[in-house]
């Protein structure tokens, strides 16, 4: 086992956001691979003949992610007001996360001035129980090509917030390249963060980044890559899984400019991509140029609307965005004139895909499918009903994106036996 010290977090232990931060990175990584494998094998996948390429670690283990989605509460009932990740093991509690060392130091900045005046400002939390009080939480994305930040308040309606000085906070903290600070209202019972309304109070309600050789428009409430660096290496080596695509001299995926008139080597004018939650359109427009036209869907509104912004910054004419439920978008897509696909590609949520979306996807037929997955779990669950429907995985690279976190993603080429 590696000796390796990894930089000491002062919530090491006590926060629920890192499960793995009191243990050495090269030993993480063992155990993410492990966990992998054992995911496979409970589900009776026969691994033999899978290509498991060994786990990629990301070139960043600190300041690696681009949004954060801190909680108001309290660590301890009746308490004083917090602001940050929930405590290990702890629905209800709720730590203060300052100095975080997966997050940039402007997040920090942020957090710790809001923390401040969140406390002195008499406001109320939102109860996880009760459901009353009116801070609820504080996003933050930021471009990090770019260094573009959004600042997002998120609170119920039960009061009224001052927004012309939760803004000029925000602006007076010198950090720069602070480009929309944002008032959501969310009313919804739920934990997570959802929107009744917006209103921006400084700004836009979106950034830019840029990746894989394209430019991006992330909205606020758009899905996009948490870990864009490590996101890249894997979506060069998704691209070389599938036969076709263009190589560089060392044999991996070449990063082109997509777009309709760049055609790579083996690409088919005629063939149609189906990019399932596709988010804010990464996969659909990375592959577009091998492809005659790609096709994304996605359930989320602002992440379409990015999606389709994102296609025309980069010049991209082939491809289009369907917003609306995966499962009723293809079940209708002949209604909706859309060509049956040749080729897809799915990036589900952690719950993996649903079994009637995976139903509908096995019927397609296919020779091949690039399944990206962010839970081993239900990547192998999904894999063993495709199994028995006649498919096999022929190649799995599996990537720690997150350090020092649980999560590990997975790229997986399914193919017809």
């Known amino acids: 086992m590696s000796e390796a010290v990894n930089e000491i977090c002062p919530h090491a232990g006590i926060c629920g956001g890192c499960a793995y931060n009191n243990i050495p990175y090269e030993d993480q990584l063992a155990i993410k691979m492990d966990a992998v494998q054992g995911h496979l094998a409970a589900n009776n996948i026969v691994v033999r003949p899978v290509d498991i390429r060994p786990i990629r670690q990301t070139s960043a283990l600190y300041g690696y992610r681009n949004k954060m989605e801190y909680s108001f509460g309290d660590e301890v009932k009746d308490g004083p007001m917090t602001l940050g990740m929930h405590k290990s093991g702890s629905y209800m509690s709720v730590i203060n996360t300052t100095g975080c060392l ?146 560089d001299d060392r044999g991996g995926a070449a990063v082109v400019t997509p777009g309709a008139a760049v055609v790579t080597p083996g690409a088919d004018p005629g063939s149609t991509l189906y990019d399932i939650y596709c988010g804010t359109g990464t996969i659909a427009l990375a592959l577009s140029g091998s492809v005659g036209r790609a096709i994304g869907i996605e359930l989320i509104e602002d992440s379409v609307t990015s999606a389709r912004e994102n296609a025309r910054l980069n010049g991209i004419t082939n491809c289009e965005f369907v917003c609306g439920d995966a499962l009723e978008v293809l079940e209708s897509a002949a209604e909706r004139g859309l060509p049956a696909p040749d080729l897809i590609t799915v990036d589900p949520p952690r719950m993996g895909l649903h079994p009637k979306a995976l139903k509908r996807v096995i019927a397609y037929g296919l020779p091949r499918i690039l399944y990206v997955s962010c839970n081993p779990k239900t990547f192998a669950e999904n894999m063993a009903v495709m199994q028995n429907a006649g498919y096999r995985l022929a190649a799995l690279g599996v990537y720690d994106n997150f350090p020092f976190t649980k999560h590990t993603e997975l790229v997986g080429l399914i193919e017809r036996s």
């Not at 934990?191 to 209103?199: K, M």
């Not at 394209?214 to 899984?241: C, D, H, K, P, Y």
Request: glycine share 8%; net charge negative.
């Open 102 to 247: 997966l997050v940039p130091q402007s997040f920090n900045v942020i957090h710790a001035a809001v923390l401040d005046w969140a406390l002195a400002s008499g406001y109320s939390f939102h109860h996880k129980r009760t459901h009353h009080g009116f801070l609820r939480n504080l996003v933050l994305r930021c471009g990090v090509r770019t260094g573009e930040i959004l600042v997002n308040l998120v609170t119920s309606s039960e009061d009224e917030l001052d927004e012309a000085l939760f803004s000029d906070l925000i602006l007076g903290l010198g950090v720069e390249g602070v480009v929309g600070i944002l008032h959501t209202i969310n009313d919804r019972r739920s934990d997570v963060v959802a929107v009744d309304s917006v209103r921006v109070l400084y700004g836009r309600d979106h950034y830019f980044d840029e990746m894989l050789g394209m430019r991006f428009r992330v909205g606020a409430f758009s899905f996009f890559q948490t870990n864009i660096e490590a996101v890249e290496s894997m979506m060069a080596e998704a691209a070389a899984l599938i036969p076709g695509q263009a190589r």
